[in-house]
């Protein structure tokens, strides 16, 4: 990744160094919203945070809760992988 001044990068974006500002608080702000990374916001990334953060809440399911999500999960992967196939 290149490395820009302050000034520099907002030129090479046509933006103003308020501009740059402005667009940083608000990716901040999405990120904060959601509670998600900026790399998942931005590049759809999942980070090892976020795997942990679902990890916690799945671990706190009961049994036959688990067994639901584990069937939905499964199910919601055939479909998805079913559409990439007709694609």
């Not at 933006?15 to 702000?29: A, F, L, N, S, W």
């Not at 998600?36 to 976020?50: C, I």
């Amino acid at each position: 990744m290149s490395r820009f001044s302050a000034v520099a990068l907002p030129e090479l974006c046509k933006i103003g160094v308020k501009g740059k500002t402005d667009i940083h608080t608000t990716i901040i702000g999405i990120c904060q919203a959601l509670q998600v990374s900026a790399d998942y916001l931005l590049f759809g990334e999942v980070t090892r945070k976020e795997l942990s953060s679902l990890e916690q809440k799945i671990s706190k399911l009961s049994s036959n809760q688990y067994q639901h999500l584990e069937e939905i999960v499964n199910n919601y992967i055939a479909t998805i992988e079913g559409t990439r196939q007709q694609m």
